[in-house]
């Protein structure tokens, strides 16, 4: 399978502690987004990478976010301190052509 | 605020009945459209695309319709059959000096009545 990957599937943490997932994009792809999604919701974007260089943050992303493209491949979201209103669906994207996006399945983060 | 948004939260069709989710965007600036698909446990896929030059584009059971002049767009699916139960968001992209901002709608859930 080429498609984005992600992991992990789930994470299921207590407020306080750090969490970092990861994203794989499809490989040509030089652009990749993170998306956060809560129930009902659409997709709200966090971030993005155009090869290596991260160039916006949403204002959703606090200091206790942080992402990472080294190399431009796969990528890295943080959260430290983690709180129970960053409970969400993450979603990575990536993409190769403007706006046709093409996104994993998701980590579904759980903080207790 | 940026928002592209809807809205029938949900909507119920018959099986073999048409579909049709409509969408209200708010930035005028925007200029490329597209249709994706929820299905639930997985990531939005892509479904159709409209450019706004355009006021229409049809796929295969897919059609989105375009009116730049009150800012609507909508998605008619033609013979809606079980597997379209899904959420559909539509999303706008605004075109920027470094690249294109994706904002998505909440979304129209669509469940089929079989």
């Known amino acids: 399978d080429t498609g984005v990957s992600q992991d992990p599937r789930h994470k299921i943490t207590k407020r306080g502690q750090n969490v970092t997932f990861r994203c794989d994009p499809i490989?040509?792809?030089?652009?990749l987004y993170w998306y956060r999604q809560t129930l009902g919701q659409g997709p709200e974007f966090l971030t993005y990478?155009?090869?290596?260089?991260?160039?916006?943050k949403s204002r959703l992303l606090s200091d206790r976010f942080s992402a990472e493209r080294p190399k431009g491949s796969f990528s890295t979201l943080e959260i430290q301190r983690t709180e129970q209103g960053d409970s969400a669906m993450y979603l990575c994207a990536s993409s190769l052509t403007r706006g046709k996006l093409f996104f994993g399945s998701g980590t579904q983060l759980s903080v207790l | 605020g940026e928002s592209v948004g809807l809205h029938l939260p949900t909507l119920s069709v018959q099986e073999g009945d048409n579909s049709i989710i409509n969408c209200a965007y708010s930035?005028?600036?925007?200029?490329?459209f597209i249709w994706y698909k929820q299905e639930s446990g997985k990531g939005p896929q892509f479904i159709i695309d409209i450019r706004s030059n355009m006021d229409k584009r049809q796929g295969q059971r897919v059609t989105v319709l375009l009116n730049k002049t009150v800012k609507h767009l909508s998605l008619q699916i033609a013979a809606t059959q079980p597997g379209d139960s899904a959420v559909y968001f539509c999303a706008e992209v605004h075109p920027r000096t470094s690249y294109d901002k994706v904002i998505f709608g909440p979304g129209t859930s669509l469940s089929v009545i079989p």
């Open positions: 990478f155009q090869n290596e260089a991260q160039l916006e």
């Open positions: 930035n005028s600036a925007s200029d490329y």
């Open positions: 490989s040509e792809h030089n652009r």
